[in-house]
């Protein structure tokens, strides 16, 4: 699509949430407020892996090699897909921008395919968020998710599905969350700054204490006030809470 064929801003919610935080399930959960598709690099790059094309295997072998993709390889992804017809209602972006060059780059294009950016930041304490995910479980054999909290299984420790014993995944470890935290800081709180300087609507909304539904909602009420979107939707489907996510 031409980037000057559209007149009339579209809004562009650049969503950042810490892991735990629930960002994935109000991404998906927008997709209704928005009218919109949930744009995630990460799933962008998986496809082109599992489809085993030119740009699959020189992300594998970049994996391979311990580097990561190249910010223009990334940014021509997003670019191709906010191009797209079905982008013209509005977008979620989820994984993008990770670094102050595809920040810039993205604001560019913001401009070019008249989006308009906003950032909803999905705010949960650290001590909530390690108390989320420290309380998963996983399956070893079929890799279903529970949370001790919110979706136990129904015989402790033992999966639902196949009956094999529910392990703690290495990543869901405190220590590790913890640190997985800390990297997350470091590298949003200059991308957050950056689009304040910008001039950049940013939205601080507390990603625990209520139902995901009603997290949804209260994201619509700010962009509706804002008047980024028209509204809220009256109706939308209701959110099955993923481990470790619901508050």
């Known amino acids: 699509m031409d980037a000057n064929t559209t007149t009339r801003p579209i809004p562009a919610v ?11 399930t109000q991404a998906k959960l927008l997709r209704h ?3 919109g598709p949930h744009i995630s690099t990460g799933d962008m790059l998986r496809k082109h892996i599992d489809a085993q094309d030119g ?5 594998v072998q970049l994996m391979k090699s311990g580097k990561l993709v190249p910010d223009e390889l990334v940014n021509e992804f997003v670019e191709t897909r906010i191009a797209e017809p079905d982008c013209r209602s509005g977008i979620i972006l ?6 102050l060059n595809q920040a810039g780059v993205l604001l560019g294009m913001m401009g070019r395919y008249k989006f308009q950016p906003a950032v909803v930041h ?3 304490d650290c001590d909530k968020i390690v108390a989320r995910l420290s309380g998963r479980r996983q399956c070893p054999v079929c890799g279903t998710l529970y949370s ?3 979706n136990p299984p129904k015989v402790a420790g033992i999966c639902d599905l196949d009956g094999a014993t529910l ?6 470890r405190e220590s590790v969350i913890r640190e997985r935290l800390r990297e997350y800081e470091s590298q949003t709180r200059p991308l ?5 300087q910008a001039g950049v609507p940013m939205f601080e909304i507390s990603g625990a204490g209520a139902p995901p539904d009603q997290i949804m909602r209260n994201i619509c009420d700010a962009l509706a006030k804002s008047g980024l979107i028209q509204g809220v939707p009256l109706e939308y489907p209701k959110a099955v809470p993923a481990a470790g996510v619901a508050p």
């Open 14 to 24: 650049i969503l950042f949430g810490s892991p735990g935080s629930g960002k994935g």
């Open 33 to 35: 407020c928005l009218n």
């Open 55 to 59: 740009i699959g295997q020189q992300v």
């Open 94 to 99: 989820d994984g993008y921008p990770r670094t």
């Open 122 to 124: 999905l705010v949960v």
């Open 148 to 150: 001790l909290k919110t």
């Open 167 to 172: 392990i703690t995944r290495e990543d869901d």
């Open 192 to 196: 957050l700054n950056y689009f304040q």
